[in-house]
T-cell receptor, first 114, second 114 residues
């Protein structure tokens, strides 16, 4: 257990479904991140939230919609996804004023779009 | 902008042999440097980090890394590899003027032969 919890661990969804990924941390961190990790591709930063405000949207398609209701929780709402969106989605958190500590990652949600 | 290069996509070593994974970064000032390890289907776990002081840093699982400013490198080493070390390894760099963002390398997949 890293301190960052992601649920569900696995998700299979059809292209017309709507689902949400959840990330939770109680490390006292004020920055949270969504990454996409596809097979044989580098880690792709999707979204960054600092103190609940979105500070980075890395040209992510609108079928991915993030939500950060508080500094401890981060969601990724999914709708009308495509098969190429199948990937491991990783959440991470950090303390912005302690950059030398790096990020703490969750175990990820393995998403399969059918 | 900072960048991180991991020149080796795949490395195979025999169990018990020594290991060195290369990481080169591009950044003008002293960076924060990290190595993370990812087992299949899991999130990234911090192995070690450098932000100041002694340029040889020790991490978990018997790993160490050396910061060489003149070579812009932060190579990861282990004197004797165990089969359980088979995983993907990511180098990452952060900087004081880059907010709290980390830039990740493309990763090196390590395979261990019995």
């Amino acid at each position: 257990e890293t301190g960052v919890t992601q649920t569900p661990r696995h998700l299979v969804m059809g292209m017309t479904n709507k689902k949400s990924l959840k990330c939770e941390q109680h490390l006292g961190h004020n920055a949270m991140y969504w990454y996409k990790q596809s097979a044989k591709k580098p880690l792709e930063l999707m979204f960054v939230y600092n103190f609940k405000e979105q500070t980075e949207n890395n040209s992510v398609p609108s079928r991915f919609s993030p939500e950060c209701p508080n500094s401890s929780h981060l969601f990724l709402h999914l709708h009308t996804l495509q098969p190429e969106d199948s990937a491991l989605y990783l959440c991470a958190s950090s303390q912005p004023d302690r950059k030398e500590r790096g990020y703490t990652f969750g175990s990820g949600t393995r998403l399969t779009v059918v | 902008a900072q960048s991180v290069t991991q020149p080796d996509i795949h490395i195979t070593v025999s169990e018990g042999a020594s290991l060195e994974l290369r990481c080169n970064y591009s950044y003008g000032a002293t960076p924060y440097l990290f190595w993370y390890v990812q087992s299949p289907g899991q999130g990234l776990q911090l192995l070690l980090k450098y932000f100041s002081g002694d340029t040889l840093v020790q991490g978990i699982k018997g790993f160490e890394a050396e910061f060489k400013r003149s070579q812009s490198s932060f190579n990861l080493r282990k004197p004797s590899v165990h089969w359980s070390d088979a995983a993907e390894y990511f180098c990452a760099v952060g900087a004081n003027n880059a907010g709290n963002m980390l830039t990740f390398g493309g990763g090196t997949r390590l395979m261990v032969k019995p």
